[in-house]
C-alpha cells in the first residue's frame, strides 16, 4: 500500500467533490461514494449552510430529532425536542414527562446566570500591589471595551465584575483576571472571548503607560484570554415532588412505598458512589445533550460544565438528589447549563431554529429550566427502571428494530419478528434464530 498517497497538502482547498474523490481513491471502495452523496440536502443553499458550520466537509451525518411531548414545566406544557442516537431515550423521557404531568408537573428556577472568562498573564509587580491597582486596571480596560459591550449591556448583560488573581502555584508571577459576565439570551462565548483579548490588549498598553505603576511594575506578559466552561455559577434547578402514596406505577404491581424508597436508595448509591454516579449522570446527560443538540446548543462545553459541577465537592457525585419527608417524596437536579436561545448555530441551524420555534421561542433562563427537567426526566426513567424490571427489558424493545435493520430485515420480517416478541425479552441472538427460523 502506498501510504505517501495518503498525505495531502491543501485539502481543505479542495472542493467537496474532490475531497471526496481522494478519500474514496485512498481510503474506500468506489461504490462507497455514493454513501456520501445520498445524505446530501436536495436543497443547495441548506446545503451550503451545513457546510459552513465545520471545515474540510464531505458529507451530512444525520441524527433522529424526535420530540417528548407532554413536559409541563412550571405549569406549561412543552413539547420537548430532542436530537439523540440512543433507542429509548426519547421514549423513556416521553414516560417520564406523562408521569409527571399527573402528578404536579416539573418544577424549575434559574438560581443564577453568571458566566466567566480568564485573562491569564505574566507580572513583575508584588502580589500585594493588587489592591491598590484594581481600580485604575478595571477603569482603563472597561472604558476602552465600551465599544464591544454596549450593545450586551442595553439586553441586560454585560461585564458584572473583575477580579484579579494570583496563580503562585503555577509561578510567583502568574495572574489572572478573573471576569464576571452576564449575556443575556445568548450562550455569549464570542461575546466573551472578543471582551478579553481586547482586556488582554489594553492590559498591555495599561503596564506601559499607567501613571500608577512602578517602572518595576511594567514587564507584562499576556498568556492567553478564553471564557471559562466551568459555570457554577449559570445553574438551573429542577424538581418533582408528591405524595408517596401518588407514586403507583399503573401495571406493575409494585407498591408505591416500595417504589419510593427502593429509587431514593439507588440515588443514594449514586451520591456516594462514583462508579455508579458516573452512569447515574450519563443517563442525565442523555436527556440534557438532546435538548442542547436539537436547540443548536454546545454539548461538549455543557458536558464539561456538568461532570465538573458534579465533582465540586472533591468528589465525583450524582448531580440529582431524593428525599422523602413526611410521606413526600422530593426529587431535584441542578446543573450548570451556560446555554443560549439566540446567535450562534440556534439562527443558522434550521432544525434548531425550529426547535425553539417547537418550545415557543424561550429565553435562557426558560429553555434552562426545560432542559434541567428534561435531566430530570431521563434519570427518573432510568431509575425507575433499574429499580423495578431492570433496564434491559424496555430498552431492547426499542433496540429491536436496529437489530432487524441489522439482519436486514423486510418489512415484512420485521413485523412477524414485533408480534412474536411482544411481551418477550428481546436479545440480539434471539432475534437472528427467529429470523433463521422464519428465512428457512
Ligand atoms: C443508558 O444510556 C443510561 C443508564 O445507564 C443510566 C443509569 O444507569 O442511570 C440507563
Avoid at 423513556?92 to 408537573?105: E, L, P, Q, V
Avoid at 498598553?205 to 449559570?234: G, K, Q, Y
Avoid at 416500595?258 to 462508579?275: L, M
Avoid at 426526566?377 to 441489522?406: D, E, P, Y
Wanted: glycine share 8%.
Amino acid at each position: 500500500m502506498d501510504t505517501d498517497k495518503k498525505k495531502i497538502n491543501g485539502f481543505s482547498k479542495k472542493t467537496k467533490a474532490e475531497r471526496r474523490a481522494w478519500l474514496v481513491e485512498n481510503f474506500l471502495r468506489p461504490e462507497q461514494e455514493e454513501g456520501f452523496l445520498r445524505f446530501d440536502a436536495s436543497d443547495a443553499d441548506l446545503q451550503g449552510v451545513i457546510d459552513n458550520f465545520s471545515e474540510n466537509t464531505v458529507a451530512n451525518f444525520p441524527l433522529p430529532f424526535g420530540v417528548a411531548p407532554n413536559f409541563v414545566v412550571n405549569g406549561t406544557t412543552y413539547a420537548v425536542p430532542m436530537v439523540i442516537e440512543e433507542s429509548s431515550v426519547v421514549a423513556a423521557a416521553s414516560a417520564a414527562a406523562k408521569y409527571w404531568m399527573t402528578r404536579g408537573g416539573f418544577h424549575a428556577e434559574v438560581v443564577a446566570a453568571e458566566k466567566l472568562g480568564q485573562l491569564h498573564f505574566r507580572w513583575s509587580g508584588r502580589p500585594e500591589r493588587r489592591a491598590a491597582l484594581l481600580t485604575s486596571l478595571c477603569t482603563r480596560v472597561r472604558a476602552q471595551t465600551l465599544a464591544l459591550t454596549e450593545r450586551m449591556d442595553s439586553r441586560g448583560g454585560g461585564v458584572r465584575g473583575i477580579r484579579w488573581k494570583h496563580l503562585p502555584e503555577v509561578s510567583p508571577d502568574c495572574y489572572q483576571l478573573l471576569v464576571s459576565f452576564g449575556t443575556a439570551d445568548s450562550m455569549g462565548a464570542n461575546f466573551i472571548n472578543t471582551v478579553l483579548e481586547a482586556y488582554g490588549q489594553e492590559l498591555r498598553r495599561w503596564a506601559t503607560d499607567s501613571p500608577d505603576l512602578h517602572e518595576d511594575e511594567r514587564d507584562l506578559e499576556v498568556i492567553m484570554a478564553i471564557l471559562s466552561n466551568h459555570t457554577p455559577n449559570c445553574l438551573a434547578r429542577a424538581w418533582v415532588t408528591c405524595p408517596i402514596k401518588n407514586m403507583n406505577l399503573p401495571g406493575s404491581g409494585v407498591d408505591a412505598a416500595d417504589f419510593a424508597r427502593r429509587f431514593k436508595y439507588a440515588v443514594d448509591i449514586a451520591r456516594q458512589d462514583p462508579y455508579r454516579a458516573v452512569t447515574h449522570n450519563k443517563g442525565i446527560m442523555n436527556g440534557v445533550d438532546a435538548v442542547v443538540l436539537a436547540t443548536g446548543n454546545d454539548f461538549r462545553a455543557i458536558e464539561a460544565a456538568c461532570h465538573a459541577f458534579a465533582a465540586q465537592s472533591g468528589q465525583y457525585r450524582s448531580l440529582s438528589q431524593c428525599r422523602i419527608d413526611n410521606d413526600t417524596f422530593h426529587f431535584e437536579v441542578s446543573l450548570p447549563l451556560a446555554l443560549g436561545t439566540v446567535g450562534g448555530l440556534t439562527k443558522l441551524h434550521p432544525l434548531a431554529n425550529m426547535a425553539l420555534d417547537i418550545l415557543d421561542r424561550p429565553g435562557a433562563h426558560e429553555l434552562m429550566g426545560v432542559m434541567a427537567a428534561a435531566g430530570l426526566a431521563q434519570n427518573f426513567a432510568a431509575l425507575r427502571s433499574l429499580v423495578t424490571t431492570g433496564i434491559q427489558k424496555g430498552h431492547m424493545k426499542m433496540h429491536l428494530q436496529n437489530i432487524l435493520s441489522s439482519f436486514g430485515a423486510t418489512p415484512t420480517e420485521r413485523t412477524s419478528t414485533e408480534a412474536h416478541f411482544a411481551g418477550k425479552t428481546v436479545s440480539h441472538h434471539g432475534v437472528r434464530e427467529y429470523l433463521e427460523g422464519i428465512r428457512g
